[in-house]
């Protein structure tokens, strides 16, 4: 595939990703799911635009157009799994601003599986898609997902206490949500950037900790119990502690894992093999199982559907609720995190502390025949994981190798229990690779 990349279509908005391919991509989610789709978009300053030639398509090729207006990612997903109806989403989620997307969602809720872009992507490039006859062409209907949405996440979590949160929504989608959600759980909400502006004028859509010390700042200024900062669509949530201090997202990714295995009295949790090992102990500190898989969200919700599996994630400050919604969803992450100070009356903080601490380090190397490479690393490594790259585990720490499909490069992480640990593994995966290659 070159078109459909592990989230849909993604580019710089009018060069790369044009009004005219999203019509064709109109088209052909309307050729492969005909019937009622449901279209929403991010606060982009393209969104407006790329979303209405994407209804457009959706008519034209006999299908009804239902236009959610701005949403986040998981509300329009949430909505599509309700009222058993595909979906669109328009949004390039962390991207820098000149950058848009567009992703298709199952009637399940979940984002295409990689087998079903491939499809899409046969049907784009062969423009083999449907087109109506006049009298056949599709309506515009409207709806709201927001409200929907924003009730299912309340009424799934029950707060017995109040709690003082401070929320960054980065300008993006989740100004229409989370608020929202917060002050239906009776918080006292201190709102940044909570106005939708595709300019993102104050901090850039992803959520990385460099970028969020006005949160920091506030939470430590109004003694809030916690922050949580959303990307762009708000299907991620990163958290601070109420020291202030940037939590990491693998460490909320383990925490909340472990949290879901304890509930369950067990049970698989499914993430990629780029995840910390700290998710793999908590989760089987409660007796529990990890699966890992291929690097990317569509994926992990695959395996998580396939397995049964209790909770899945990203270490990227994607999580994944199956029972109720099989997608990231930053909405629902920040009730679950409130629900778990709420049942354990322990602080954020407290709560991270109990989660094993490891160092990552994470580097690329030049790497070209990809397939070479990875053949000569599943032979000299015949016993480690082979789902994505080489995941090598020793007791102290892992080596990941992963040669990339799209760039000349290989990826290499390694992660230790000390940094000098990190840092021998690291300098041993470059050695390993460098050999393969000379
Ligand atoms: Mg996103």
Known sequence: MSLFGTNGVRGIANEELTAEMALDLGKVIATLKPGKIAVACDTRISSQMLKCAVLAGI????????????????????YAKSKRVAGVIVTASHNPREYNGIKFVQENGAEFFREMDEISERIFMSKSFKIAKWNEVGSLLRDDCIELYVNAIVESVSLDKKYRIVVDCGNGAGCFTTPEILKRLDCEVYGINCNPDGRFPAREPEPVERSLNLLKKAVVDFKADLGVAHDGDADRAVFVNEKGEFVSED???????????????????????????????????????VVYTAVGSPVVAKVM??????????????????????????????????????ETGKTLSELVSEIPRY??????????????VLEELRKKFPDANHVDGVR????????????????PIARIYAEGKSKEKAEELYAEGVRVLKQILS
């Not at 994630?313 to 909405?331: M, Q, S, V, W």
């Not at 160092?359 to 070479?372: A, D, F, P, S, T």
Request: negative net charge.
């Open 359 to 372: 160092y990552m380090i994470k580097g690329k190397v030049e790497c070209r025949n990809k397939e070479k």
């Open 305 to 342: 559907l396939e397995k049964n599996a209790v909770f899945g994630g990203e270490g990227n400050g994607g999580l994944i609720f199956p029972e109720h919604l099989l997608a990231r969803d930053g909405g629902m992450s920040v009730a679950k995190v409130l629900q778990l100070l709420d």
């Open 392 to 407: 090598i585990d020793f007791e102290k720490g892992w080596l990941l190798i992963r040669p990339s499909g799209t760039e």
């Open 251 to 289: 460490a909320m990714l383990a925490l909340i894992a472990k949290h879901y295995v304890e509930k369950h009295g067990g049970g698989i949790v499914v993430t990629p093999v780029s995840s910390s090992r700290c998710v793999e102990d908590a989760v089987k500190s409660v007796g529990g199982e």
């Open 59 to 78: 008519m034209s090729a006999g299908s009804d157009a239902i236009d959610l207006g701005v949403a986040p990612t998981p509300a329009l997903q949430f």
